[in-house]
Every structure is written in C-alpha cells, then in structure tokens.
Antibody, heavy 117, light 106 residues
C-alpha cells in the first residue's frame, strides 16, 4: 500500500523557518513527480512546488526564493524548507504524487503550518 | 498563469438528481483537465483526469466532458456521500486549481 505522511507543521513566527517532510512508502520519490500543494483555512488549493523525477525543482511565484523542495532517496522522503515565512503562508500543506500521464493521484493527510506572532 | 473559474459556487440538490459542475479556463488547457473531490478534514481525491478518464475506483456515476477552455463534471444520480467541494485543475501550464464548487445534498 502506498502511503504519504507529512510532518513538521506547527506555529511559527513571521520571518521564521520550518522544514516539512513527507515520508513515502510503496513508491520511490526519485522515480515520480512529487509536489507540495497547500490550502489556507477555508480556502481552495494552491500548488506550491514540484520536484521532477529528473531532479529539477519549480516553484509558484508566491514562494519562489523563500521555499526549497528536495528529496532524500536514502529515506524516500520529500522535504520543503520554508524560510522567511509570512502570515499568508498559513495553510495545510499536502505532498502529492503525480507524473507525466497522471495528475495528483496520491496525497498525504496534510500538515498544518500557522504563521503568526 | 491559467485561471480556472468554476460555477456555480454552491449547488444544492436532492439524492437521485443529476449534478452539473462547470470549469472555464482563461486559455486552452488542451485535454489536461482534472477534477477532485474534497470532504471536510480530508485530502483531495482524484476523480477524473484528461477531461474524461475516471481514476481508479471512481464510480461510473462520475463523468467528465469538454475541450479547450470549457469543461463539465457530471454526477448522475446523486448520493448523500457525494456532498463535498469539487475542484477542477489544469496541468497544461504548470498547475492551477479552480476555486471550487460546494455540492450539498439535501
């Protein structure tokens, strides 16, 4: 069974940093497209970042220069390093698998990040 | 950025009725249009991709249609469990989601 399990959320002050993790079992993070998608409280879904199987990362404009996506093949884990956090980054962050043929078909349960003073 | 606009914002129907949800793109997304269902406190679930292909395990009551910039998700014979927010999403140019349609089952 494939599982994606996010962790690392919490309460962070504006300007602070946090690293989110997505532990994956049942598939290889290195062989798939892996994205972070977030959802602000009561709002819709927003794609944040993708790490393609070839290793190239891309970011939404709203997080470019502040967030860094990476993967650890030894632990089969996807990470999202978030720096210079803003109040508007408050959201549930989901990791999701996709590929060239299929959109986001596997999701984790999400981890809540609250940016507040 | 490709903007997806969903309508209506809210839909209230009775069990057994048919639901028709719309999604309009600001420019052509070819056939790279998907639909997701999200229930409170849960992650989104992929229902339909590439306009009309049902994801694994999705009942035939769910169907998708459209092309270019105008797309429709149809749920025939609604069940109480279909109560959720439905999002469309494109992957033609990066990834964007519509703002969602809330479907309420009376």
């Amino acid at each position: 069974e494939v599982q994606l399990v996010e962790s690392g959320g919490g309460l962070i002050q504006p300007g602070g940093s946090r690293r989110l993790s997505c532990a994956v079992s049942g598939l290889s993070v290195a062989d798939n497209y892996m994205s972070w998608v977030r959802q602000a409280p009561g709002k819709g879904l927003e794609w944040v970042s993708v790490l393609y199987s070839g290793g190239t990362p891309y970011y939404a404009e709203s997080v470019k220069g502040r967030f860094t996506i990476s993967r650890d093949s030894s632990t089969n884990t996807l990470h999202l390093q978030m720096n210079n956090l803003r109040v508007e980054d408050t959201a549930v962050y989901y990791c999701a698998r996709h590929d060239k043929a299929t959109p986001f078909d596997l999701w984790g349960q999400g981890t809540l990040v609250i940016v507040s003073s | 950025e490709i903007v997806l606009t969903q309508s209506p914002a809210t839909l209230s129907l009775s069990p057994g009725e048919r639901a028709t949800l719309s999604c309009r793109a600001s420019q052509s997304v070819s056939n790279f249009l998907a639909w997701y269902q999200q229930k409170p406190g849960q992650a989104p679930r992929l229902l339909i991709y590439d306009v009309s292909t049902r994801a694994t395990g999705i009942p035939t009551r769910f169907s998708g249609s459209g092309s270019g910039t105008d797309f429709t998700l149809t749920i025939s014979s609604l069940e109480p469990d279909d109560s959720a927010i439905y999002y469309c999403q494109q992957r033609s140019l990066w990834y964007t989601f519509g703002q969602g349609t809330k479907l309420e089952i009376k």
